[in-house]
């Protein structure tokens, strides 16, 4: 029997995501090589010198930047729902949060029914994007220094750190999560297909099933 | 073994004739720039990858007259430098005469020390992919020979020499200006853990410009003290968090099976 499937992500949003995925990652290695001097030893080598590393880095910051911006253009009203969800956070996510812990190891619990966004994507939501926001911005400001206030400047590498620290805790959890965590099931192909099972949306995501099925 | 050396940059004795730059343009074979009037007779706006001392002329009008305050910049030479802690590649040392270096062979132009330095003294060749600054001529200096600002100052104003008889000097310099100039203080002594340069100003250090008791910036203790050393440590948490939830979500789910528990999809 072919099981009915629901649209969950938009081509734009694909794009940005996976556009993002790899961007990202691209960045962190090369910026890893100036982290600390150990991280360069290991990881300078993979690009020969800190000068490509650089420019790769520099290079991909762009794209980095141009990405999301391009989908927000194309998709704007896809990029309003986003976060319109991720801002009515409400007790159903507050309790997944607190169960989810237990989840998250692979105890079974009751968690109450989900918008589009269950409680630990919106903090993902939130905490990524602040991340990557202050990354560009940060990154920016080093990169252009001679028109920046020196105070500012200098805030901008511990800055650029933190975010870079931050985003790649929920990379590593979000990557986990969307693939091999055995609670995640359709969530990758609705990241890359685009579309996800019925019965798995119902279940995961009983309040979005219900709007998008209602209409 | 080399001891510990200062330099005494005595302000009031400077003419501003800027032959300490010249003679450090000669002996570190620097190529000339083509400057402009900034202010005064000042000609350099600040310190470059070729430049790595220059004068700044600060007019200072009293009673409806003029006294011209001179100021030598160059790279300080701090005990506890900000440019060696920013320096992602270990790149930056200091000597045992107490001197702060850049060894090129590792230095890969990055300019987080440029953007560190309280006085913006390192600058960064575009080309090179290297950055630069005052090396105090350590080549002279483990010789024997002064530094070529100090060797070629006509009016006196820098001395070179162990820290005893330089801070004596200054002292005592210090001494007879302040009756002429009851501003004068010593700057230097109490910045950055203490700096190889010792200057006498004949005015608070903001009439030059400068900053008035420059320490390690609390954006480079974020970064360098805990950010690096200890934030770093979350991500490889949370990949083993990752990695164990891995494991333990199948253990759990076998163990229910087992018991025939249906599951979790």
């Not at chain 1, 290991?42 to 990405?67: C, E, N, W, Y």
């Not at chain 1, 009203?77 to 409400?90: A, H, L, M, P, T």
């Not at chain 1, 990557?132 to 001679?146: E, H, N, P, Q, R």
């Not at chain 2, 800027?18 to 900034?38: G, P």
């Amino acid at each position: 029997m072919l099981k009915e499937r629901v649209l969950r992500f938009s081509g734009s949003a694909r794009f940005a995501h996976w556009g993002h995925t790899i961007t990202f990652l691209v960045l962190l290695f090369t910026g890893l090589t100036l982290f600390t001097p150990a991280l360069g030893r290991v990881l300078t080598p993979l690009f020969g010198s800190h000068v490509t590393a650089s420019s790769i880095h520099k290079v991909m910051a762009v794209f980095f930047t141009i990405i999301p911006l391009i989908a927000l253009v194309i998709n704007f009203k896809g990029f309003v729902e986003w976060w319109k969800d991720v801002f009515s956070f409400g007790a159903n996510d507050i309790k997944f949060l607190m169960v989810f812990p237990l989840e998250f190891f692979g105890f079974h619990v009751e968690i109450p029914p989900q918008s589009k966004f269950n409680g630990g994507e919106k903090m993902n939501s939130v905490v990524t994007t602040t991340s990557c926001v202050l990354l560009a911005l940060s990154g920016y400001v080093m990169w252009f220094k001679d028109a920046f206030p020196a105070g500012l400047v200098q805030w901008c590498y511990p800055i650029h750190g933190i975010c870079m620290i931050l985003a790649t805790c929920m990379v590593c959890m979000h990557a986990y999560l969307g693939s091999f965590h055995p609670g995640s099931g359709e969530s990758f192909w609705g990241m890359w297909k685009g579309t996800v099972r019925s019965d798995w949306a119902a279940h995961h995501h009983a309040k979005w099933y219900n709007e998008v099925t209602k209409s | 073994m080399m001891t510990k050396k200062k330099v005494f940059v005595d302000t009031s004795l400077c003419t501003g004739c800027k032959a300490c730059s010249v003679a450090c343009k000669a002996w570190n074979d620097l190529e000339a720039e083509k400057t402009q009037l900034i202010t005064s007779y000042q000609s350099q706006a600040s310190t470059t990858y070729n430049t790595w001392t220059y004068i700044s002329m600060h007019e200072k009008y009293e009673n409806g007259k003029m006294e011209w305050l001179m100021f030598k910049h160059q790279c300080y030479h701090c005990a506890e430098p900000s440019c060696l802690k920013a320096c992602p590649v270990q790149a930056i040392y200091k000597t045992e005469s107490g001197y702060t270096l850049i060894d090129h062979e590792k230095c890969i132009g990055c300019g987080y020390c440029v953007a560190n330095c309280p006085w913006s003294v390192p600058k960064t060749n575009p080309e090179l992919k290297k950055t630069f600054k005052c090396t105090g001529c350590i080549d002279r200096v483990e010789n024997g020979i002064k530094p070529a600002c100090v060797y070629t100052c006509q009016p006196g104003a820098l001395h070179f020499g162990e820290p005893a008889e330089i801070e004596a000097l200054a002292q005592t310099r210090l001494a007879e200006v302040k009756k002429d100039h009851p501003k004068a203080q010593l700057y230097g002594d109490n910045a950055m853990g203490g700096t190889t340069y010792l200057y006498l100003l004949l005015e608070d250090p903001e009439f030059y410009g400068l900053p008035v008791n420059p320490t390690v910036s609390s954006s480079l203790v974020v970064w360098k003290d805990w950010v690096q050393p200890y934030g770093i440590w979350l991500i490889p948490l949370a990949a083993a968090a990752a990695v164990g939830s891995f494991f333990t979500t199948r253990i759990i789910n076998n163990a229910n099976k087992s018991k025939g528990g249906d599951l979790h999809a």
